[in-house]
């Protein structure tokens, strides 16, 4: 349930390094906060989407994320943190490429990209959470 409505400052200080694609500190009061686990790239049946494709399985994981968000009436525009797990980092830029497509550029969320050795099927490629905040 609502508990406010929420207002966010997404800031780059000139006195920390300046990134590309993500805010370095994203400030929130008020609002309801929401935790969405980590999105791998299965469609509704638990089939793998993308199988060897990472851009496909990134584009599957943002829907589902995207689908998670409604259903708790938000959309993109409320995350304010995303968390990337990549079983290669030579990826990144593929994955900038689709967030760039779901999320406001101009002022985009705090963000973390981990490469890992694996994750919890060897298929999967690309592993997603995010955090939001809604009025």
Do not use: C, W
Not at 29 to 38: A, C, E, N
Not at 49 to 73: I, K, S, Y
């Amino acid at each position: 349930m609502p508990e406010g409505p929420s207002a966010r400052r997404f800031l780059n200080p000139q006195t920390i390094p300046q990134p590309y694609g993500y805010s370095q500190i994203v400030e929130v009061s008020g609002g309801r906060t929401v935790y969405i686990s980590g999105q791998v790239p299965l469609d509704t049946e638990n089939q793998l989407v993308g199988e060897g494709d990472f851009t496909a399985q990134v584009r599957q994981v943002f829907e589902n994320v995207r689908h998670a968000l409604a259903a708790v009436d938000l959309t993109f525009d409320h995350v304010v943190k995303m968390q990337f797990f990549l079983t290669d980092i030579v990826n990144l830029p593929k994955v900038r490429e689709v967030r760039d497509s779901f999320v406001n550029t101009s002022q985009p969320p705090a963000s973390t990209s981990v490469q890992v050795v694996a994750l919890f099927r060897p298929d999967v490629l690309f592993e997603m959470d995010v955090v939001a905040v809604g009025d």
